[in-house]
């Protein structure tokens, strides 16, 4: 039996201090290069394997429609900066970004393999701090780790 692939949202936390180099090298094959960078993968195993190694520094969990569409709308980049736009979506095969935003959150499309989008998505620090300690998972009460459905919130207090 196959696993039904889910979409989920990683946020790098923490910075550039003291790390490890495969850790680092793990961030960067993410697009996770500075502190408050998003991106949007699937749960296959060779991403879960990645996220485990990076676990002291991100945060992840399984995103929902509404959080990616925020995502793609808000914080969505094409080359040159710009902002991703309903032409730029309808010339890659999509009626609009809410379109766009249910295929990836079904992983019917890889939000990476898109041409000419950048696959990092730069937030702001969330919205009244982090809730908890940077340095600690969020089974422990911090902020790095798996964190499930919570993801959605810190998604809407970045944006």
Do not use: D, Q
């Given at each position: 039996m196959e696993k039904k692939r889910k979409c989920l949202a990683v946020i790098r936390v923490r910075g550039v201090s003291d790390i490890?180099?495969?850790?680092?090298?793990?961030?960067?094959?993410?697009?996770?290069?500075?502190?408050?960078h998003a991106t949007l993968i699937d749960n296959r195993p060779s991403y879960l394997g990645m996220l485990h190694k990076a676990k002291d520094y991100a945060t992840w969990g399984e995103v929902s429609k509404e959080s990616v569409a925020l995502l793609l709308k808000e914080r969505g980049r094409i080359a040159g900066n710009k902002k991703l736009t309903d032409k730029y979506i309808q010339e890659a095969g999509y009626k609009s970004l809410d379109d766009l935003a249910e295929a990836i959150n079904k992983t019917e499309v890889e939000y990476n393999s898109l041409p000419?989008?950048?696959?990092?998505?730069?937030?702001?620090?969330?919205?009244?701090g982090f809730k908890g300690k940077i340095k600690k998972s969020y089974t422990a009460g911090g902020v790095t780790g798996y964190r499930g459905e919570a993801i959605n919130d810190l998604i809407k207090r970045m944006t």
């Open positions: 490890f180099r495969e850790t680092k090298e793990t961030l960067r094959m993410l697009h996770l290069t500075r502190n408050c000419n989008i950048k696959p990092v998505f730069r937030l702001h620090p969330p919205k009244k």
